[in-house]
């Protein structure tokens, strides 16, 4: 495959990346290593472009350092693409596992028109989705009406959607999964394919559990409102683009 792979990695987690290489090196695919941020190793303090006050009102809970580190180390990889100038790029979570017919498919996605600067190639959810466009190997995409739909582990992104997300997703006041979907916030045009192209390879997460920075239900007030709000965006946004 002539797109390139780059693949999310923490230091502290080679089994994930020697596991990954290998799965990749099955279908031919050579996957380049982008040094995740470790933000569980970083004070407070130190969690730079982090507006926390924001993503305490808008998300309902306390950041955590794993979430932050997840953020930072997905533009890093953007980052990447935009230094190099590719036309495309595949962004992958370590965790992520590949369909066999995965190359195909995403090659294809390179040939969409109008082209999508994002296509996500694996959700926890696709509930209401719209078709908009179909692969000329015979994948459906679209947009979902419902959301979010989780899961930032594997997406195409091109070159334009990396400068997009660079510019316009800092700081950060939102989980990168949560902030990547917004596309009528941030201005790159997401789709998403209706079957995924990806599976996960572990179901253990490296970020850490939610339940204990979450807020009391009296104080989500702000949350819900924005949550709303966001849902209506989305689904005008998925019906008429």
């Known amino acids: 495959m002539d797109i ?18 290998a799965r990749a090196a099955e279908l031919r695919i050579v996957p ?9 190793a970083l004070q407070p303090h130190e969690r730079k472009e982090l507006d926390v ?8 809970r306390r ?3 794993g979430e932050y580190g997840c953020y930072m180390s997905h533009l890093r990889a953007l980052r990447r693409v935009a230094e190099a100038e590719w036309p ?42 719209i078709h908009k466009v179909r692969t000329d190997v015979g994948d459906s995409v679209g947009r979902c009406i419902h959301g979010p739909m989780g899961s930032s582990m594997g ?3 091109s070159l334009e959607g990396a400068r997009k997300l660079l510019a316009r997703t800092l700081p950060m006041f939102l989980p990168f999964d949560i902030a990547l979907e917004r596309d009528w916030a941030h201005g790159a045009r997401v789709y998403v ?11 253990t997460s490296t970020i850490g559990g939610y339940s204990k920075t979450k807020f009391p239900f009296y104080m989500r007030l702000p949350t819900a409102l924005f949550r709303g709000q966001d849902y209506i965006r989305r689904a005008l946004y998925a019906a008429f683009n």
């Open 32 to 40: 380049e290593r982008v040094a995740a941020m470790d933000g569980n």
């Open 63 to 65: 950041p955590m350092g």
């Open 4 to 21: 390139p792979v780059l693949v999310i990695n923490l230091d502290r987690s080679p089994d994930r990346w020697d596991g990954l290489s």
């Open 88 to 129: 495309f790029a595949v962004i992958l979570e370590d965790d992520a596992d590949f369909l066999p017919d995965f190359a195909a498919r995403v090659e294809a996605c390179t040939r969409l028109s109008p082209q999508p600067d994002i296509v996500k190639l694996y959700n926890h959810r696709t509930k209401g989705f």
């Open 193 to 203: 394919t209706q079957i995924p192209l990806l599976k996960p390879a572990s179901r």
């Open 53 to 60: 006050r924001k993503f305490q009102l808008w998300h309902g």
């Open 155 to 157: 997406y195409l992104v």
